[in-house]
Nanobody, 120 residues
Framework: QVQLVESGGGLVQAGGSLRLSCTAS????????MAWFRQAPGKEREFVAG????????YDADSVKGRFTIARDDAKNTVTLQMSSLKPEDTAVYYC?????????????WGQGTQVTVSS
């Protein structure tokens, strides 16, 4: 398994932007698809965006299409989530996940999470 550490969360006004980063340890980063999830208070954790192997195809939840962009850099063992046009409903703890399954986004390894708060 890989160990994942997120960074980049914070407080931002509605309409603003934030960039989250997730750094993975270990030499097996390339073997994982990577994803971002989020969990708001009182709600279940939900899929936000995912990226396939070797910076392949990306997948976005409908709620973030056109606003969030996921990208990976295998040379640096990192995956980022560029978030723009943020809304108060984007407020949540954001988690990075490493996914081995090629047909679902079930996370095998998780980071500790980073808080994103969007004020209105």
């Amino acid at each position: 398994q890989v160990q994942l550490v997120e960074s980049g969360g914070g407080l931002v006004q509605a309409g603003g932007s934030l960039r989250l980063s997730c750094t993975a340890s270990g030499r097996t980063f390339r073997s994982y698809r990577m994803a971002w999830f989020r969990q708001a208070p009182g709600k279940e954790r939900e899929f936000v965006a995912g990226v396939g192997w070797s910076s392949g195809r990306t997948y976005d939840a409908d709620s973030v299409k056109g606003r969030f962009t996921i990208a990976r850099d295998d040379a640096k063992n990192t995956v980022t989530l560029q978030m723009s046009s943020l809304k108060p409903e984007d407020t949540a703890v954001y988690y990075c996940a490493a996914v081995q399954d090629g047909s679902s986004w079930y996370g095998d390894s998780w980071g500790q999470g980073t808080q994103v708060t969007v004020s209105s």
